[in-house]
């Protein structure tokens, strides 16, 4: 069973907004922060978001006051909701939490 399972990604124009999920299996997400990463091509990975059991959030400079973080603890899921999205945003989008990372979802933005 894969512990963590990205979804949501797609490809949109800029401006537009995608709502990514990350749903865990078992009790991967409890009491631990939890990231959103990306990578874009010959990049390295970066930390997008992160969100604290309690609800405590930070972010990168590129995405602040575009992404917000959120969880929800009861359905062990941790969204990341992207609007007005630029091209830069492009990447791979992946979730992590101690030391469980997901497979990724695929970010697009293009006209």
């Known amino acids: 069973q894969v512990p963590l399972v990205e979804s949501g990604g797609g490809l949109v124009q800029p401006g537009g907004s995608l709502r990514l999920s990350c749903a865990a299996s078992?009790?991967?997400?409890?009491?631990?922060?939890v990231g959103w990463h990306r990578q874009a091509p010959a990049k390295p990975r970066e930390l997008v978001a992160q969100?604290?059991?309690?609800?405590?959030?930070n972010y990168a400079a590129a995405v602040k006051g575009r992404f917000t973080i959120s969880r929800d603890n009861a359905k062990n899921t941790v969204y990341l909701q992207m609007n007005n999205l630029k091209p830069e945003d492009t990447a791979v989008y992946y979730c992590?939490?101690?030391?469980?990372w997901g497979q990724g979802t695929q970010v697009t933005v293009s006209s």
């Open positions: 992590n939490a101690a030391t469980q």
């Open positions: 969100i604290t059991f309690g609800g405590n959030t």
């Open positions: 078992g009790s991967i997400f409890k009491f631990k922060p």
